[in-house]
């Protein structure tokens, strides 16, 4: 199903025309298209140059580093592999000053590493679409980002197809499929449930894109 990018910008615009800067949440399961979504989002809002800007949660992954210390490497995209206290800072920043520059991290996914102030998110960007798993997620301390947004879009997608998904990305990393097979159901569908259960109830429900 294609979602319906006039009703969901129709939808934000309305938002924004309240506020001098909103924050759209984008949620969803591991490779239930937030990315994609929020990027056709981005564009057909009409980009940078109509004010709009996309943060991905992932750039707030913790270090390999840290990972390996916490024993949590085999676990990383799960919620407690993520710096929740950097974003709720930056998310805060970008709400209340929004007359400054403020720079947040991307994550490089050939690196897999988040690479600090690697996008900059001007005084002009007034739309800014804040896209990852656990945004809405009801738990601490991911519940206190709730009140940040203005607005939250939640991509429902069938657990099957998401396994589907999940398993042609790690295929298409040139992993072999019984590995692809291991990645996907060891880690990915654990954290994918997390979200098909776990999460607040948004504003509106995008249905099996």
């Known amino acids: 199903m294609t979602p319906d990018l006039d009703a969901l910008a129709d939808?934000?615009?309305?938002?924004?025309?309240?506020?001098?800067r909103i924050l759209v949440a984008i949620v969803g399961a591991p490779?239930?298209?937030?990315?994609?979504?929020s990027d056709r989002l981005y564009h057909h809002l009409g980009g940078d140059k109509a004010g709009a800007a996309v943060v991905p949660m992932d750039g707030f992954h913790f270090d390999n580093a840290?990972?390996?210390?916490r024993d949590l490497?085999?676990?990383?995209?799960?919620?407690?592999?993520?710096?929740?206290?950097?974003?709720?800072?930056?998310?805060i920043a970008l709400r209340d000053t929004p007359n400054e520059d403020v720079y947040v991290p991307l994550f490089d996914r050939t690196l897999e590493i988040s690479r600090g102030s690697a996008r900059v998110i001007t005084p002009n960007h007034t739309i800014i679409l804040v896209e990852g798993n656990y945004l809405l997620l009801d738990q601490t301390p991911w519940n206190g980002l709730h009140d940040l947004f203005d607005l939250s879009i939640y991509l429902d997608v069938p657990e099957d197809t998401l396994r589907e998904r999940l398993i042609e990305?790690?295929?298409?990393?040139?992993?072999?499929?019984a590995t692809a097979?291991?990645?996907?159901?060891?880690?990915d569908l654990p954290n994918a449930q997390t979200v098909i259960g776990g999460t607040a109830i948004a504003d509106i429900h995008v249905h099996n894109i």
């Open 169 to 177: 990305r790690w295929q298409r990393y040139g992993f072999d499929n």
């Open 31 to 37: 490779a239930s298209g937030k990315s994609t979504l």
């Open 66 to 69: 840290v990972l390996e210390e």
């Open 11 to 20: 939808a934000i615009r309305a938002k924004h025309a309240d506020k001098g």
């Open 73 to 91: 490497l085999e676990r990383k995209g799960a919620p407690e592999t993520f710096d929740v206290g950097g974003l709720k800072r930056t998310l």
């Open 181 to 187: 097979i291991h990645k996907a159901t060891s880690n």
